[in-house]
């Protein structure tokens, strides 16, 4: 069981280059969420999805976007790359809301660690 | 807007102490998680807290929450080495299972 998935692990951008991170889960998760992670901090919420073909803004959304197509993909793209956007980036998912997940938590990918210079 | 405060922000403790990290955290909720992160690594669940008067134990750690003070505890019996991480609290947020994080408490266990 491979939990979630995020790729690539590291990457180094130039200003203004764009990139796409990957996230991928196989627990037939609805929720999903993509996090940033700066030094020394918590995690800010960048953006989320209750399901394929809906998203919604979380904290700190400005300069990404997001797709959800299926439930098992969540890819978060940079448009021209700023240095304040060097971060770790976590995706995370949860099988839903209710009574019946409550004792869920959300289940995080290993993170991609995004330089930009 | 939720702000969730945790302190201390570092903690150094000898093998064998014991301590407590507090959450704060400023609107009503009735969930709580703990995480562990290791450096460089993703975070770990620890325990999720689903309403007031919850403990939760795991070893050398006990967790806690008390909705009406909106304070939740992460209670370390006799600390080991292995114990040292950053732990995070996080708090559910308004609708989707969105969570507020802390900004973390370091801990560091040594001989």
């Known amino acids: 069981n491979a939990g979630v998935t995020q790729t690539p692990k590291f990457r180094i951008l130039k200003i203004g280059q764009s990139m796409t991170l990957q996230c991928a889960q196989d627990?037939?998760?609805?929720?999903m969420y993509w996090y940033r992670q700066d030094p020394g901090m918590g995690l800010k919420l960048i953006y989320y999805?209750?399901?394929?073909?809906?998203?919604d803004k979380g904290e700190v959304p400005n300069g990404y976007n997001v797709s959800r197509s299926t439930t098992e993909y969540f890819p978060l793209r940079l448009e021209l790359a700023a240095p304040s956007q060097t971060s770790v980036y976590f995706c995370?998912?949860?099988?839903?809301?209710?009574?019946?997940?409550?004792?869920?938590?959300?289940?995080f990918g290993d993170g991609t660690r995004l330089s930009i210079l | 807007e939720l702000k969730v405060e945790q302190n201390p922000l570092f903690l150094s403790m000898q093998e064998g102490k014991n301590y407590t990290i507090y959450c704060n955290y400023s609107?009503?909720?009735?969930?709580l998680y703990w995480y562990r992160q290791d450096p460089g690594k993703s975070l770990e669940s620890l325990f999720v807290?689903?309403?007031?008067?919850a403990v939760k134990q795991e070893g050398r750690l006990m967790a806690s929450l008390d909705t009406k003070a909106r304070l939740s505890t992460l209670h370390i019996t006799a600390a080991v080495h292995d114990l040292s991480a950053t732990y995070f609290c996080?708090?559910?947020?308004?609708?989707?299972?969105?969570?507020?994080f802390g900004t973390g408490t370091r801990l560091q266990v040594t001989l």
């Open positions: 995370a998912s949860t099988p839903g809301q209710g009574a019946l997940y409550s004792n869920q938590p959300q289940h």
């Open positions: 627990m037939n998760h609805n929720y």
């Open positions: 999805s209750v399901g394929a073909g809906i998203t």
């Open positions: 609107t009503t909720s009735d969930r």
């Open positions: 807290l689903l309403s007031n008067g």
């Open positions: 996080a708090v559910l947020t308004g609708t989707a299972s969105k969570l507020t």
